[in-house]
């Protein structure tokens, strides 16, 4: 039992206070014009009362609207006594502890980055000969307190790095070319790169990466290019997309590694499954590769990897638990017949790849539990790397000279810890991210919930050993791309709310990747409401359990959980106490319409096709505002006006509908100017908002 769990019963907000907060908040009425739009489309009759808030030209009176809700949002939060704890624990559970992550290994020198306490985000590090010492601060590269490192690549021959540095949150920026000896840029910057990409060194004079759009009107990530050169920046020629075999709704990427025979090309999108293309490297560096598509969306395959004569892919098609397939390569390019390297299966789902100089390594997964396998030359047996605790694999990279991979283990109780590996043989790295010494008191029960259609949902609950009975309780769901939601991982954040008392949990939602290939489609689409019933049964469970208050647990998600968890909140009220959604997609029936939506269409739905869209309104929680009888349960909106992913205006346009509906709901929208998506937040930001989303939670299930 740890020694803060005596103290909060002292603070906990009164049921006549939390309601008087509520109440008096709510009662402010919505103050925001409407102008209704109705439309037909594949008959399906919709009204807009807020499309206004879509045109860029109307963003000062949208920005002025969450500002307004904001400042509403704010008094309310800051009126919260639990916030002030919150805030404080936060601070010395999360903030305040050494985080190191993202270890990348080229020859006989290491890139990590490391964050420090009182530090606003991570700095990158190098570990050589010398011993270790800071090489590049995001602060300095990007000339923003508030900047942040994404993608960064190591060149094979281990002299220099690309960096993408962004601000705010947004995650578009630019990639920075740096000599890693002296830490001075090698050329100009290269403007307009998204954030999971930077810039990959093919040989000693060439470099590619993929750029978006210079479209500051429309969406930049529609007709995103694969661009090849000089590692000076200078002499760059696109060599694929632009509606070259790459549709403009997918991103073009190259991965091209020195002296193989052939790069590989790709169109990538929000999606699993991606198309992909082989050239001879030498076409490629000469500026006019000669493609020859060898992948298409019909196989069913997420990662392909060339390495010599062959083509390594991860395909789903024949085996929803995944299987990991080599194809010979004639001497164009040309790919025969695959054979099955290795299989997966219900008690091992493939989940990623990587090909390095002596073999292929598998990363796999049993009930969300990591798993590695190494097969040597490539063709196997497969050999398990034993892994040193029960955790998720973070980010497996190849080393950039092609000898091994790294990745970060991540457990429930243990923070990340970075890892090496060469030959299938493990090797320690000595880096790891502080831990909160409480964690070691923390119990972990995996149930199931049985959804309406009988389905059995797998369901996590973690709340400190020696806890029993009712206590607010927290519900994480995502529910898209099939992504594991139940793998375990060490929660920074959660470890204030677990020292609180509270109770977090995990519903693994048909439309994640829980189960496999099937799981996924089984929540996806026009199955979507399925994955809604999932995280009503996950609530009801916890409830009956004797875990959640009996009015039900807080739900939350963000991103694509924005489809899942208002939406479940509105079908289903009487099973949740709470919600709160971030930087959601609220208005699926208008993805079109947004930046990154068109991205989106293979996993979403795609509005010029009549069922569809059909599916898509069904997802929509701003339509589903409109046909509900009651209000959905107390809710906590959040949006990061940097957000480049999810367009701001889809949640702003939910609450004030919301608010104009049900003026004395308890329903509030919390803006920051300086946040995005979530990725690459400065420290003080999140921690801030964390505070916030806390003290809500705990309010709402305390009355």
């Given at each position: 039992m740890i020694a803060t769990f005596h103290v909060r019963a002292a603070v906990l907000l009164t049921a006549s206070a939390a309601a008087a907060i509520s109440t008096s908040l709510a009662a402010q009425p919505a103050s925001v014009r409407a102008d209704p739009v109705t439309e037909t489309v594949h008959g399906i009759t919709l009204t807009y009362e807020y499309r206004?808030?879509?045109?860029?030209?109307?963003?000062?009176?949208?920005?002025?609207?969450?500002?307004?809700?904001?400042?509403?949002?704010?008094?309310?939060?800051?009126?919260?006594?639990?916030?002030?704890?919150?805030?404080?624990?936060?601070?010395?559970l999360s903030s305040d502890i050494d985080r190191v992550s993202g270890y990348l290994q080229c020859g006989d020198i290491a890139l990590?980055?490391?964050?420090?306490?009182?530090?606003?985000?991570?700095?990158?590090?190098?570990?050589?000969?010398?011993?270790?010492?800071?090489?590049?601060?995001?602060?300095?590269?990007?000339?923003?307190?508030?900047?942040?490192?994404?993608?960064?690549e190591i060149a094979p021959d281990c002299r220099?790095?690309?960096?993408?540095?962004?601000?705010?949150?947004?995650?578009?920026?630019?990639?920075?070319?740096?000599?890693?000896?002296?830490?001075?840029?090698?050329?100009?910057?290269?403007?307009?790169?998204?954030?999971?990409?930077?810039?990959?060194?093919?040989?000693?004079?060439?470099?590619?990466?993929?750029?978006?759009?210079?479209?500051?009107?429309?969406?930049?990530?529609?007709?995103?290019?694969?661009?090849?050169?000089?590692?000076?920046?200078?002499?760059?020629?696109?060599?694929?997309?632009?509606g070259v075999l790459v549709a403009p709704e997918q991103a073009?990427?190259?991965?091209?590694?020195?002296?193989?025979?052939?790069?590989?090309?790709?169109?990538?999108?929000?999606?699993?499954?991606?198309?992909?293309?082989?050239?001879?490297?030498?076409?490629?560096?000469?500026?006019?590769?000669?493609?020859?598509?060898?992948?298409?969306?019909?196989?069913?395959?997420?990662?392909?990897?060339?390495?010599?004569?062959a083509l390594?892919?991860?395909?789903?098609?024949?085996?929803?638990?995944?299987?990991?397939?080599?194809?010979?390569?004639?001497?164009?390019?040309?790919?025969?017949?695959?054979e099955v390297i290795f299989a997966g299966s219900p008690e091992r789902l493939v989940r990623d790849m990587r090909v390095t100089k002596d073999g292929v390594y598998v990363h796999a997964t049993?009930?969300?539990?990591?798993?590695?396998?190494?097969?040597?030359?490539?063709?196997?047996?497969?050999?398990?790397v034993a892994l040193p605790f029960e955790g998720s694999i973070v980010t497996l990279s190849?080393?950039?000279?092609?000898?091994?991979?790294?990745?970060?283990?991540?457990?429930?109780?243990?923070?990340?810890?970075?890892?090496?590996?060469?030959?299938?043989?493990?090797?320690?790295?000595?880096?790891?991210?502080?831990?909160?010494?409480?964690?070691?008191?923390?119990?972990?029960?995996?149930?199931?919930?049985?959804?309406k259609d009988g389905t059995k949902v797998p369901l996590v609950v973690i709340r400190c050993k020696g806890d029993a009975g009712r206590t607010p309780t927290i519900i994480e769901a995502y529910g898209g791309y099939g992504f594991d939601n139940i793998s375990p991982g060490y929660d920074r954040n959660a470890m204030a709310w677990l020292d609180r008392g509270g109770a977090r949990a995990y519903c693994g939602t048909r439309g994640g990747g829980e189960r496999g290939r099937d799981w996924h489609e089984g929540g996806r689409g026009p199955n979507k409401p399925r994955a809604m019933e999932d995280l009503a049964a996950c609530a009801r469970t916890l409830t009956a359990a004797g875990i959640a208050p009996e009015g039900g647990p807080l739900i939350t998600g963000a991103s694509m959980g924005g489809t899942l968890v208002p939406t479940a909140a509105l079908t289903d009220p009487s099973a949740f106490g709470a919600q709160i959604t971030m930087v959601g997609v609220v208005n699926a029936s208008r993805i079109a319409f947004a930046e990154n939506g068109a991205n989106q269409f293979d996993e979403m739905g795609?509005?010029?096709?009549?069922?569809?869209?059909?599916?898509?309104?069904?997802?929509?929680?701003?339509?589903?505002?409109?046909?509900?009888?009651?209000?959905?349960?107390?809710?906590?909106?959040?949006?990061?006006?940097?957000?480049?992913?999810?367009a701001p205006w889809m949640t702003a346009k939910w609450v004030a509908r919301a608010r104009a509906k049900w003026p004395d709901a308890p329903i509030y929208l919390r803006g920051d100017a300086d946040s995005g998506h979530g990725i690459g937040t400065a420290e003080g930001v999140r921690r801030n908002e964390t505070a916030d989303l806390f003290a809500f939670a705990w309010t709402q299930q305390s009355r």
């Open positions: 206004w808030m879509e045109d860029p030209a109307n963003a000062p009176e949208m920005l002025a609207f969450v500002e307004a809700e904001n400042a509403r949002a704010r008094a309310m939060l800051d009126a919260l006594p639990e916030r002030a704890w919150f805030e404080q624990r936060l601070a010395a990590f980055r490391r964050v420090r306490p009182g530090e606003q985000t991570p700095r990158l590090y190098i570990r050589d000969g010398a011993g270790e010492r800071m090489l590049l601060d995001p602060a300095v590269v990007g000339g923003d307190p508030l900047a942040s490192f994404g993608a960064i220099s790095v690309a960096v993408q540095v962004s601000s705010g949150g947004s995650e578009v920026g630019r990639v920075h070319l740096i000599d890693i000896a002296s830490g001075k840029d090698i050329g100009p910057p290269i403007e307009r790169i998204w954030g999971e990409g930077s810039a990959s060194f093919v040989g000693p004079d060439k470099v590619t990466y993929t750029q978006m759009a210079a479209n500051p009107e429309g969406d930049p990530m529609l007709g995103m290019t694969a661009v090849i050169a000089n590692r000076d920046g200078t002499g760059a020629t696109v060599v694929l997309g632009n073009a990427v190259i991965l091209a590694v020195p002296d193989e025979p052939f790069a590989l090309g790709a169109a990538v999108g929000a999606r699993v499954d991606n198309e992909f293309f082989l050239a001879p490297m030498a076409s490629l560096l000469a500026g006019k590769p000669q493609w020859r598509q060898v992948v298409t969306l019909a196989d069913r395959i997420t990662i392909a990897l060339p390495r010599g004569k390594y892919a991860m395909s789903s098609r024949d085996n929803p638990a995944g299987t990991i397939l080599r194809y010979p390569l004639a001497d164009d390019g040309t790919p025969g017949a695959p049993r009930d969300g539990a990591a798993q590695l396998f190494f097969l040597p030359d490539g063709r196997g047996p497969a050999q398990e190849p080393d950039a000279d092609g000898r091994g991979v790294s990745f970060g283990l991540s457990g429930w109780a243990e923070a990340l810890t970075q890892f090496h590996v060469v030959g299938g043989k493990l090797e320690a790295t000595g880096l790891a991210s502080g831990v909160w010494e409480g964690a070691a008191g923390m119990a972990v029960t995996r149930m199931e919930a049985v959804s795609n509005p010029a096709d009549p069922q569809q869209f059909r599916d898509l309104v069904a997802m929509d929680a701003y339509q589903m505002l409109a046909s509900s009888a009651s209000p959905p349960p107390p809710s906590l909106m959040t949006i990061g006006l940097n957000d480049r992913r999810v």
